[in-house]
């Protein structure tokens, strides 16, 4: 008995192994397989994506990844660039800092990609900056909106690129619409404490609110995956301000509005880009929807976007969010960089710097060389009765303007 | 909105929170209570029913019960797999190493799920009517009534069988000493196997009412609702079944006071610290006798 016992104790144990091993090789998709092998010379080109595949940013990582993917296909399916096929490596971050830097080393070094896409969210972007940096590889993040993620000191740092706007204004937008729009007078911030990036718009919010006149009159926290925010809600209640502002991500806004408004909560409540889900409708339901406003990078209505989205749809079989529009911004972004320069790295840089209208699935963007962040406009979307309508579209800022600004503050 | 109605209100909400905390708790400290074994997947074992019950309504087209007890009974196996391959063989090994093998369990079954169910969130159809009544300006919301009222029952069903049925008092002599009881002739690893079983169900019971009243499921659901439950759980004392319902509701009242009156930003504080207090002044917790373990 004793001997079965033991003799099962090392079969599961192998069993497990057996087991974890299909699965580590299966998240990597069939991609990675040739990873080991050194760049095929002539009729390839390799791109790295690293991306949140698992862990907390899962499904925000994912998305980007299958937009990335999505772009590169269809440069493929066209016979490729200059007869050459792109061929993606991906790696996981695992949605930390230090395994970003892993994957990207391991990306760099030892797959020879020519250029990274990735991360989607905004300090595994900055961690990885400086491995791309040292080794002169370009890097294209697709969704972080952070300023500091391609800004250092002051100095824009030569390697890294977005495809979409920054933070602050995003924050500008919702507060200068609360004041001007919804003649609001008082907002209460609801942030989620665990994200920089909730609470950097939320902080340059509160600026711009005041800054007009009008007062910030509470502050409240939540955490992400947080499925209960009714104690919060409850005092939030007891504010009764005109507009409360939520600067996070669409799963828990989903359950914010839905508890607010069955609690009985009737203001506008605003938010950012992280709202951008269809989801948002399904988890807070149309009626819960009504009276809140949010700011994105594209309206999915423009006539300008639908190719994208029927193209994700005929790959995907579902509509893309904003993760996958942006990780398909920036595929195409580096796309035609490459369609340029072929596999050198540092030309690949110069084209990225230099876009310049460039026609992605969102929309036109140029590239403002001094911070190399895309100029874009900035779109207020309104639901109403669980339809997306445009409320108003900000044209894009020209970066004199936006030179401008900066001196002001 | 007066204090006294902000404070009622608030109790409200912690009920509510609570019972969701107890429910989870309640599969957890059954467990513990018979093998001694802080089952860390157990949280996992609840999003894996929570899929399970949303695929039965989305891709079988059941209705919400049958749907939560096809769910109960594939959890069921599913938990009892569990014991069967990854804590069976060390039943003899030091506690740590089952501890060890718990956490590791409770990894696989995230990522496994990660891969076949991709980590986007899933939202449930909306399968019963959410009703929230106005009482006087006080809002109660009645899946809320409804998933208090299952804890409950749940409840006074498990104590049922652990202190009257024959079951239950194979699970009692096995947890007293395993090794004893199974020379007076009770089969320990089928007591054990049906303890898993039980436990899992109700976990799977709480992923499923979780996911609808909530609306959205994910692979990583489990692990804060799996935390709070073991604070729950040993608030109440672990092992003690009503203390598990305690636990949760005292738990979700406390969180629900402190994010209203102190600050949000100190709940997951407010319920750690009452771990560590518990775990300092009354380590059987609340409904727990102080005995020493006989060595």
Same mark, same amino acid.
């Given at each position: 008995?004793?001997?079965? %016992?033991? %003799?099962?104790?090392l079969?599961?144990m192998?069993?497990?192994?057996?087991?974890?091993?299909?699965?580590?090789?299966?998240c990597?998709?069939?991609?990675?397989?040739?990873?080991?092998?050194?760049?095929?010379?002539? +009729?390839?080109? #390799?791109?790295?994506?690293?991306?949140?595949?698992?862990?907390?940013?899962?499904?925000?990582?994912?998305?980007?990844?299958?937009?990335?993917?999505?772009?590169?296909?269809?440069?493929?399916?066209?016979?490729?660039?200059n007869?050459?096929?792109?061929?993606? &490596?991906?790696?996981?971050?695992?949605?930390e800092?230090? !395994?970003? #830097?892993?994957?990207?080393?391991?990306?760099?070094?030892?797959?020879?990609?020519?250029?990274?896409v990735?991360?989607?969210?905004?300090a595994?972007?900055?961690?990885?900056?400086?491995?791309?940096? +040292?080794?002169?590889i370009?890097?294209?993040?697709?969704?972080?909106?952070?300023?500091?993620?391609?800004?250092?000191?002051?100095?824009?740092?030569?390697?890294?690129?977005?495809?979409c706007?920054?933070?602050?204004?995003?924050? !500008?937008?919702?507060?200068?619409?609360?004041?001007k729009?919804?003649?609001?007078?008082t907002?209460v911030?609801y942030?989620?404490?665990?994200?920089?990036?909730?609470?950097?718009l939320?902080?340059?919010?509160? !600026?711009?609110?005041?800054?007009?006149?009008?007062?910030?009159?509470?502050?409240?926290?939540?955490l992400?995956k +947080?499925?209960?925010?009714?104690a919060?809600?409850?005092?939030?209640?007891?504010?009764?301000?005109?507009?409360?502002?939520?600067?996070?991500?669409?799963?828990?806004?989903?359950?914010?509005?839905?508890?607010?408004?069955?609690?009985?909560?009737?203001?506008?409540?605003?938010?950012? +880009?992280?709202?951008?889900?269809?989801?948002?409708?399904?988890?807070?339901?149309k009626?819960?929807?009504?009276?809140?406003f949010?700011?994105?990078?594209?309206?999915?209505?423009?006539?300008? &976007?639908?190719?994208f989205?029927?193209?994700?749809?005929?790959?995907?079989?579902?509509?893309?969010?904003?993760?996958?529009?942006?990780?398909?911004?920036?595929?195409?972004?580096l #796309?035609?960089?490459?369609?340029?320069?072929?596999?050198?790295?540092?030309?690949?840089?110069?084209?990225? !710097?230099?876009?310049?209208?460039?026609? #992605?699935?969102t929309?036109?963007i140029?590239?403002?060389?001094?911070?190399h962040?895309?100029?874009?406009?900035?779109?207020?979307?309104?639901?109403?009765?669980?339809?997306?309508?445009l409320?108003?579209?900000?044209?894009?800022?020209?970066?004199?303007a936006?030179e401008?600004?900066?001196?002001?503050q | 909105?007066?204090? =006294?109605?902000?404070?009622?209100?608030?109790?409200?909400?912690?009920v509510s929170?609570?019972?969701?905390?107890?429910?989870?708790?309640?599969?957890?400290?059954?467990?513990?209570?018979?093998i001694?074994?802080?089952?860390? =997947?157990?949280?996992?074992?609840?999003?894996v029913g929570?899929?399970?019950?949303?695929?039965?309504?989305?891709?079988g087209?059941?209705?919400?019960?049958?749907?939560?007890?096809?769910?109960?009974?594939?959890?069921?196996?599913?938990?009892?797999?569990?014991?069967?391959?990854?804590?069976?063989?060390?039943?003899?090994a030091?506690?740590?190493?089952?501890?060890?093998t718990?956490i590791?369990?409770s990894?696989?079954?995230?990522?496994?799920?990660?891969?076949?169910?991709?980590?986007?969130?899933?939202?449930?159809?909306?399968?019963?009517?959410?009703?929230?009544?106005?009482?006087?300006?006080?809002?109660?919301?009645?899946?809320?009534?409804?998933?208090?009222? /299952?804890?409950? *029952?749940?409840?006074?069903?498990?104590?049922?069988?652990?202190?009257?049925?024959?079951?239950?008092?194979?699970?009692?002599?096995?947890?007293?000493?395993?090794?004893t009881a199974?020379?007076m002739g009770?089969?320990?690893?089928?007591?054990?196997?049906?303890?898993?079983?039980i436990?899992?169900?109700l976990?799977?019971a709480?992923?499923?009412?979780v996911? *609808?009243?909530?609306n959205?499921?994910?692979?990583?659901?489990?692990?804060?609702?799996?935390?709070?439950a073991?604070? =729950?759980?040993?608030?109440?004392?672990?092992?003690?079944?009503?203390?598990?319902?305690?636990?949760?509701?005292?738990?979700g *009242?406390?969180?629900?006071l402190?994010?209203?009156?102190?600050?949000?930003?100190?709940?997951?504080a407010?319920?750690?610290?009452?771990?560590?207090?518990?775990?300092? /002044?009354?380590?059987?917790?609340?409904?727990?006798?102080?005995?020493?373990?006989?060595?």
């Amino acid at each position: 008995m004793f001997f079965s %016992k033991k %003799k099962f104790r090392l079969a599961s144990m192998i069993a497990c192994g057996i087991l974890a091993s299909a699965l580590f090789t299966g998240c990597g998709g069939g991609d990675s397989a040739g990873g080991g092998e050194q760049k095929a010379a002539g +009729d390839e080109i #390799v791109i790295g994506a690293n991306f949140e595949l698992t862990g907390n940013h899962a499904q925000y990582g994912a998305n980007a990844n299958n937009g990335l993917k999505l772009a590169v296909k269809e440069i493929n399916d066209a016979g490729g660039v200059n007869g050459k096929k792109i061929k993606i &490596v991906e790696a996981d971050s695992k949605s930390e800092a230090a !395994e970003s #830097v892993n994957a990207a080393t391991k990306l760099i070094s030892d797959d020879k990609v020519v250029a990274l896409v990735g991360p989607a969210v905004t300090a595994n972007v900055i961690a990885e900056s400086q491995v791309a940096t +040292d080794n002169m590889i370009p890097i294209i993040a697709p969704a972080a909106t952070n300023p500091d993620v391609t800004v250092e000191n002051g100095k824009v740092k030569p390697y890294v690129f977005r495809a979409c706007f920054i933070d602050p204004q995003q924050s !500008e937008v919702m507060a200068q619409f609360a004041r001007k729009d919804l003649m609001a007078n008082t907002a209460v911030l609801y942030l989620d404490s665990s994200s920089d990036y909730s609470k950097s718009l939320g902080k340059i919010f509160k !600026e711009r609110f005041e800054a007009d006149g009008g007062t910030v009159v509470m502050e409240e926290a939540f955490l992400a995956k +947080d499925q209960d925010f009714k104690a919060a809600l409850t005092k939030i209640q007891t504010a009764n301000a005109d507009v409360i502002f939520v600067p996070a991500y669409y799963e828990e806004v989903g359950k914010i509005i839905k508890q607010a408004r069955e609690l009985g909560i009737t203001a506008a409540i605003l938010g950012t +880009d992280g709202w951008d889900d269809s989801k948002v409708i399904d988890i807070a339901g149309k009626d819960a929807l009504n009276n809140t406003f949010f700011c994105t990078h594209y309206f999915e209505g423009d006539a300008e &976007v639908q190719p994208f989205i029927k193209a994700y749809k005929a790959e995907y079989n579902t509509d893309p969010n904003v993760f996958a529009a942006l990780g398909y911004d920036a595929g195409k972004m580096l #796309v035609n960089a490459i369609d340029k320069a072929g596999n050198d790295s540092k030309k690949i840089r110069d084209n990225i !710097e230099a876009i310049t209208d460039l026609q #992605v699935g969102t929309g036109k963007i140029t590239m403002d060389p001094s911070t190399h962040n895309p100029i874009k406009g900035i779109v207020v979307i309104e639901t109403k009765d669980g339809v997306r309508e445009l409320r108003t579209k900000i044209a894009p800022i020209s970066p004199e303007a936006q030179e401008r600004n900066e001196a002001e503050q | 909105m007066d204090f =006294a109605h902000q404070l009622v209100q608030q109790l409200i909400n912690g009920v509510s929170l609570g019972s969701i905390y107890a429910l989870i708790a309640l599969g957890y400290t059954m467990i513990y209570g018979i093998i001694k074994l802080i089952n860390f =997947a157990h949280g996992d074992v609840y999003m894996v029913g929570a899929y399970i019950g949303f695929a039965a309504i989305t891709i079988g087209h059941l209705s919400i019960f049958p749907a939560l007890l096809l769910s109960m009974a594939i959890t069921a196996v599913l938990g009892m797999l569990v014991e069967r391959i990854a804590y069976k063989p060390l039943r003899h090994a030091p506690r740590i190493s089952l501890l060890i093998t718990a956490i590791g369990v409770s990894f696989f079954l995230e990522y496994t799920s990660m891969y076949f169910v991709t980590p986007t969130p899933r939202t449930f159809p909306e399968v019963m009517p959410n009703i929230s009544f106005n009482l006087g300006g006080f809002i109660i919301n009645g899946q809320q009534l409804l998933i208090l009222s /299952i804890t409950i *029952v749940l409840m006074a069903i498990l104590t049922y069988i652990v202190q009257k049925t024959k079951l239950g008092k194979a699970m009692r002599a096995a947890s007293f000493d395993t090794e004893t009881a199974q020379l007076m002739g009770v089969d320990s690893d089928k007591v054990i196997s049906m303890t898993f079983c039980i436990g899992s169900a109700l976990a799977a019971a709480a992923g499923v009412l979780v996911g *609808v009243y909530y609306n959205t499921i994910d692979p990583l659901m489990g692990i804060m609702p799996g935390l709070k439950a073991f604070v =729950a759980a040993v608030l109440g004392g672990i092992g003690i079944l009503p203390g598990a319902v305690v636990g949760g509701i005292v738990l979700g *009242v406390v969180e629900a006071l402190v994010a209203g009156f102190l600050s949000s930003t100190f709940r997951d504080a407010a319920a750690f610290a009452i771990l560590i207090l518990v775990l300092l /002044i009354k380590p059987g917790g609340l409904f727990g006798k102080n005995t020493n373990e006989k060595v």
